[in-house]
């Protein structure tokens, strides 16, 4: 080996060296990130639980007020306890959802699948936004459905999608507009059934369609946006139907109403 | 005699809270706020029902009913309280010999419907 040769090698054995060590570095960075990030989980578990204990009393003691346990209220003091009792249930629908979200990040969920009916689960998910629908005149409509088979899911963790999507639906779309729920077939052979919630409402820009199903994101999120919410529903949804190896998305355009689609498969792989 | 309840709970805030719904409801009402405080209070007053909180300072509520059992002294309705909504932690409460599992905050015309219900059966 001639002189040049053996610098050659000596440098190459160097720069091996410091590779290496900035790999080291590169997976302690990692696996602190990683301790970090478990800690602001739990922190976000923990917390949630806490909120969670006084608002129970919050509400616990307004319903005794409200049903007249203590004594009959008069009109104005009726609204007033009912204004403690819907912003108490507001507070807590948020908690409920950090908490969600808290688990399905820490996947802790786990499915419990049952075969059930869609179009009956969007009947139901649809009857109870009717009230909160029909505030703003709102329709909600399943336009078909009735010839779909069963699916084998989780009821309640669909549901809860659905929910978040009609609930969604609801609050971005103005006075006086529409909402629907469709199904269709996908896959060579229809094994994948595609759930639409669609609405006449402000739309999304394209920029933004996969911003909205990020953790924590809001299209507006300054102080002053006109919804306020944890920005996590649609984090939820998403992870919610990866769980059952389906897909979810949007098709949207500003002023133009939004649609948003997920996909469940009828029988789940390996099954 | 009025039906006794042992609330189990170690939030200070619920306790107070249920104490009015109970009192007013024509129960007699006593409270715990740990595993320790529990088994004595399930041992010396006889509750007819307990509400029980799962989570406590000490551990597990569900544990009380183990060392309610072997002491010959569990209420004849105990009915659980959680936070969590799982299919496993309701599984557990079954299991462990409770009539029912209730998602915190019970609505209380819900809390009263469900004691008066399992008193009665």
Known sequence: MTMSETDAWAALSNRIKVLEQMSEEGQRTIDELRARDALKTQFLSNISHDLRTPLAAIITHAEILRDGMLGTLNAKQADSVSGILNGGHQLLDMIDEILTYVRTASDQITLVRTEFSLPELADQVRLLNQALAARKHLTIERLNGDDLPLVYADRDKIKHVLANLIGNAIKFTDDGGRIWIAFSRRGSNGETVCVEVGDTGRGIAFNHFELIFREFAQVDASPSRPHHGTGLGLAIARKLVELHSGHIWVESELGKGSRFFFTLPLQPAGD | ?121
């Open chain 2, 1 to 121: 005699m009025a039906p006794r309840i042992l609330i189990v709970e170690d939030s200070a805030l619920i306790v107070d809270a249920f104490k009015v719904l109970f009192v007013d409801a024509g129960y007699d009402v006593d409270a715990a706020s740990t595993i320790a405080e529990a088994v004595e209070a399930g041992t010396a007053v006889r509750p007819d029902v307990m509400l029980l909180d799962l989570t406590l300072p000490d551990g597990n509520g569900l544990d009380i009913m183990q060392a309610l059992k072997e002491r010959d002294s569990l209420p004849r309705v105990t009915l659980a309280m959680t936070g969590h909504n799982d299919a496993k932690s309701r599984h557990s409460c079954i299991e462990a010999g409770c009539a029912d599992v209730l998602l915190k905050p019970v609505p209380i015309a819900e809390l009263l419907r469900q004691i008066k219900r399992h008193l009665a059966s």
